[in-house]
């Protein structure tokens, strides 16, 4: 079935630091992929997606890549704020049986310290 | 500004009573969805519906009840809350088709004590 691998956490960075949170879903059709962000208290929020192969998702300075050579879609950002501070989901889009839902990661706590 | 909400935000209910904990959503999806987030942050998918009179268990066993009766509403229901039920509820909708994902409320935290 679908599934969505992701870093585990937690991730905790100082200020200015680069972000990596790796993710790789199963390759199951060509899904479209997103990530999401949940702030302390809050719902999902959509961060960023892409729908096709080799598509750049990009929002606030984080960026992803759909790489279907390597079933991967990791997020990064160049210089990450206190701001940041997040739970981030990876999530794929289904397919076959789970064609309308969408199967998350199980979420990655980042941390960023002044 | 949010098209989908949930009420209430915080609720705290004694063992054994009975709870509804609404969604409403204004953008016309017709696809919804009901999540239990545990502590440890996973996300757990226990209701969805494709439509009016249309809804499904998810991937999670939940005691709790879902309805479906108009487009725009998608409340859950508890008929005998208990303390194993004090989670984090997060309602969601989405359009036909994957390209859109889903838009999230912002969640109902729920104690039962």
């Known amino acids: 079935g679908d599934s969505v691998t992701q870093m585990e956490g937690p991730v905790t960075l100082s200020e200015e630091a680069f972000l990596t949170i790796n993710c790789t879903y199963t390759?199951?059709?060509?899904?479209?992929l997103f990530w999401y962000v949940q702030y302390p208290g809050e719902g999902l929020q959509l961060l960023l997606k892409?729908?096709?192969?080799?598509d750049k998702g990009s929002n606030k300075g984080f960026e992803a890549t759909y790489r279907k050579e390597t079933t991967s879609f990791h997020l990064e950002k160049g210089s990450v704020q206190v701001s940041d501070s997040a739970v981030y989901f990876c999530?794929?889009?289904?397919?076959?049986?789970?064609?309308?839902?969408?199967?998350f990661g199980k979420g990655t706590l980042l941390t960023v310290n002044p | 500004e949010a098209d989908i909400y949930q009420t209430p935000r915080y609720l705290v209910i004694g063992t054994g009573k009975k709870i509804t904990l609404e969604c409403s959503q204004t953008?016309?999806?017709?696809?919804m969805y009901w999540y239990q987030q545990d502590p440890g942050m996973e996300l757990h998918l226990i209701h969805y519906?494709?439509?009016?009179?249309?809804?499904e268990k998810g991937d999670l066993s939940s005691e709790s009840t879902v309805s479906r009766i108009r487009t725009e509403h998608f409340p859950l229901t508890l008929e005998s809350a208990r303390p194993s039920h004090t989670s984090q509820y997060l309602c969601?909708?989405?359009?036909?088709?994957?390209?859109?994902?889903?838009?999230f409320g912002s969640g109902t935290r729920l104690t039962v004590v």
């Open positions: 969601a909708s989405s359009v036909y088709g994957g390209d859109y994902g889903y838009t």
């Open positions: 390759a199951t059709g060509y899904p479209s």
């Open positions: 892409a729908t096709k192969a080799d």
């Open positions: 999530a794929r889009w289904g397919s076959g049986g789970s064609n309308y839902k969408l199967t």
């Open positions: 953008m016309g999806h017709d696809k």
């Open positions: 519906s494709y439509g009016v009179n249309s809804t």
